[in-house]
């Protein structure tokens, strides 16, 4: 029993920090600030600076805003001094999905 229980742990601190960014961050001035102010993506912030292995992953959608959301996302990032070598862009959602973040293991 012992050992499900600990396998189970493992899974879930491997297991990857999501963190949708809300719609109407684009609406509104943007900043570093604004960024670090949104509590739908502090969890995932944290995670990358509290764990200097782990990478960030910007889900965006194809066409429209998508890519350039992202982009400006990375930029602002960078202006809060996470590495931009540290984050990846993922052109893998539908067209008007959003943007996610997703903290991931680094590549070995």
């Not at 920090?17 to 809300?22: D, E, F, K, L, Q």
């Amino acid at each position: 029993m012992h050992l499900l229980a600990a396998a189970f742990v493992s899974a879930a601190v491997q297991a990857a920090t999501s963190c949708p960014v809300p719609p109407e961050l684009w609406d509104r001035p943007r900043s570093g600030r604004a960024l670090l102010e949104l509590d739908a993506i502090k969890p995932c912030i944290a995670e990358l600076v509290r764990e200097p292995s782990r990478r960030l992953r910007i889900h965006h959608g194809t066409g429209g805003e998508g890519p350039l959301q992202a982009e400006e996302l990375r930029s602002w990032l960078a202006a809060l001094a996470v590495d931009p070598n540290r984050v990846d862009l993922a052109n893998d959602l539908q067209r008007n999905e959003g943007i996610v973040l997703e903290v991931v293991n680094a590549k070995p």
